[in-house]
């Protein structure tokens, strides 16, 4: 059974950067597309970024267009979440996750599976 491991979570000032890494145990990643979400405490989990299929560019929340970036390194089997201009309102849990490429446009979370255990993110202001 396929692992995704995320990382990279701590507590920082708003205006900060921060890297989150995504570690898969098997090459989930050559099959379907990954993506990131985040949960925020009362909150339902929301979307935050898929890879790009095909000719498309990666898809983001309006929260975080123009801020956070999806990339991936093939040769480590990770997948990696750049957030830069952090606020509060980006404090959150976030989870690494995949879909099929059939399912590529969708926001929906149970249109995404093989959830990592999520790594927290805190933004003080």
């Known amino acids: 059974q396929v692992q995704l491991v995320e990382s990279g979570g701590g507590f920082v000032q708003a205006g900060d950067s921060v890297r989150l890494s995504c570690a898969a145990s098997?090459?989930?990643?050559?099959?379907?597309?990954p993506a990131w979400f985040r949960q925020a405490p009362g909150k339902e989990r929301e979307f935050v970024a898929v890879e790009g299929w095909r000719d498309s560019s990666p898809l983001y929340a309006d929260s975080v267009k123009g801020r956070f970036t999806i990339s991936r390194d093939d040769a480590k089997n990770t997948v990696y979440l750049q957030m830069n201009s952090l606020n509060a309102e980006d404090t959150a849990l976030y989870y690494c996750?995949?879909?099929?490429?059939?399912?590529?446009?969708?926001?929906?979370?149970?249109?995404?599976?093989?959830w990592g255990q999520g790594t927290q993110v805190t933004v003080s202001s």
């Open positions: 996750t995949t879909t099929p490429s059939s399912k590529f446009g969708s926001t929906a979370a149970r249109d995404f599976g093989a």
């Open positions: 098997g090459r989930i990643f050559d099959n379907s597309l």
